[in-house]
């Protein structure tokens, strides 16, 4: 998108604004706008100034400029212009950098992310997850056992622990061809590093001074350790595939996962993928697949608990089409239109993602904004998502709006739970299937009691590298005969 064909194609008819010219809340000498920003509450923070300043604003952290987009139609553009208009902020990579972190697909840029591409893309294509499908049907009927054991002794269940359990199990499974069993071990040592590296990422991506280069507090000790353990994690997956494929040499030739694909492929040469590469792609697949896909099945279900008849409409759903999990099959899971629906309206309501960060990788325009390379972009994902002129009662969670027809076809485009154009997230078929195992395993079993936080209140949307609840407990009553 160069400047000149975006001007055309914005209509634009006067000169364009610069960064300087945009409108935008009042912010400290020196340090910009960052003392406004609570890192656990930085995304409604922003939502809130897009509210009062429109589609297109500015923002200062430090002494950068950063431009705030919350028209959909304009965070479209800028997400459809990757990987050649724009970038994941260099900051990000160079704090993952300085964690040690090897750089997968989230990370790479330009031929890089190419070369992985291909190879992830195939890992998570519809076919390859339903050659998966018993693997994830059988880790859903061990979730099942779990809560199974849970409401027969009328237990609290933490619910967060448990589906990044189940996330981390699919994805190790698929993408790596390992099976860790986490539900049934108890294991949640991955799940822990997950987390220290996903909030030292965040927390250490808006602070003005990296004072780890020169001392480390507690918390950055931590992320030390958790680094090492989870690099040693790692390792031990790749000498485990690589075992494997010394053992069946024809795995070379037809990789049985993503995992081995990039195995074969740094080992030929040429292909633009290497060892660090493998290694950032177990570590990739690992954190997305785990967090993401998790808290939204917790938003999700927090969301059907209360609203009853919501909740109602998808059991009933699930009994009549999907009654037994030890039999479910794709097709079945397929005909959940409710179910699927629900997923929809929690998704638009409580997006993971709910800002996105980038960076301009040559002088562009957004709108009517000049945006000069390496410009900050703050993409808004869900201002327009939750406003009265696209959804009516944009603020209640119904489903059934998924399903009318009188939902216009251009609504139904403004979330972008999985991003857009060409970087759309690759484990979008598979995030989907795995929310709706989950809920059909859950309703076809279980009656839901309760779904909610520690202290009863609210649930509080936490901001870290994604959007989380707060640790959710729910208690289940098993379905006479369900199952």
């Known amino acids: 998108m160069s400047i000149e064909s975006s001007i055309e194609s ?53 002494r950068t400029p950063i431009l705030v987009v919350a028209d959909h139609e304009l965070v479209a553009a800028v997400l459809r212009d990757r990987p050649e ?27 890089t992310w190419r070369d992985q591409r291909r190879m992830v893309m195939a890992a998570f294509a519809p076919h390859a997850i339903k050659a998966y499908f018993p693997q994830l049907r059988s880790v859903a009927l061990r979730l099942r056992r779990r809560w199974q054991e849970a409401a027969a002794q009328d237990r609290v269940i933490p619910l967060n622990d448990d589906l990044k359990r189940y996330t981390v199990d699919i994805i190790a499974g698929l993408a790596l061809g390992t099976d860790m069993n986490t539900l049934d071990h108890g294991d949640d040592a991955i799940q822990h590093h997950i987390e220290v590296l996903f909030q030292g990422v965040a927390r250490r991506s808006l602070t003005l001074v990296p004072y780890w280069r ?68 177990v570590s990739t697949m690992l954190m997305a697949g785990e967090d993401t896909t998790a808290n939204t099945i917790g938003w999700l279900l927090y969301l059907l608990q209360r609203h009853p008849a919501a909740l109602r409409r998808a059991q009933d759903e699930v009994l009549r089409l999907a009654p037994d999990p030890e039999a479910f099959t794709i097709e079945q899971l397929d005909a959940l ?22 960076q301009a990788l040559r002088d562009t325009m957004v709108g009517d904004v000049l945006l000069p390379k390496d410009g900050l972009v703050w993409c808004v994902m869900r201002r327009d998502s939750v406003d009265e002129a696209n959804f009516p009662q944009a603020q209640a969670f119904l489903p059934e709006r998924w399903l009318k027809e009188d939902l216009a076809p251009a609504a139904k485009r403004i ?69």
């Open 214 to 281: 020169w001392f480390k507090l507690p918390a950055d000790r931590q992320i030390d350790r958790s680094v090492a353990a989870l690099s040693a994690s790692i390792d031990g997956f790749i000498t485990a595939a690589r075992q494997r494929m010394e053992a069946e040499p024809e795995r070379r030739q037809r990789p049985a996962n993503m995992l081995e694909a990039m195995i074969a492929a740094a080992d030929q040469g040429g292909s633009g993928v290497d060892d660090i590469a493998v290694a950032g792609n």
């Open 10 to 62: 914005s209509n634009v008819t006067h000169a364009p604004r610069s960064m300087d010219q945009l409108p935008g809340p009042r912010g400290w000498p020196l340090l910009g706008n960052l003392p406004q920003m609570k890192p656990i509450r930085i995304h409604r923070v922003v939502e809130d100034w897009s509210r009062q300043h429109g589609g297109l604003f500015r923002i200062r952290i430090g």
């Open 415 to 483: 979330p972008l739970p999985f991003g857009a154009g060409a970087r759309t997230c690759p484990g979008r078929y598979l995030a989907l299937l795995e929310i709706k195992i989950a809920l059909a395993t859950l309703l076809s079993s279980f009656d839901l009691q309760s779904v909610a936080t520690p202290d009863g209140g609210e649930a509080q949307e936490l901001m870290g590298f994604v959007m989380a609840p707060p640790a959710l407990r729910m208690r289940l009553k098993s379905r006479t005969g369900g199952g």
């Open 85 to 111: 208009g724009f970038r994941r902020p260099l900051i990000t990579a160079k704090v993952s950098d300085e964690m040690n972190g090897r750089p997968g697909l989230f990370l790479a840029e330009g031929s």
């Open 337 to 358: 239109d409710y179910l699927d629906a629900c997923a929809q309206e929690a998704m638009r309501l409580k997006p993971v993602a709910p800002f996105l960060p980038l």
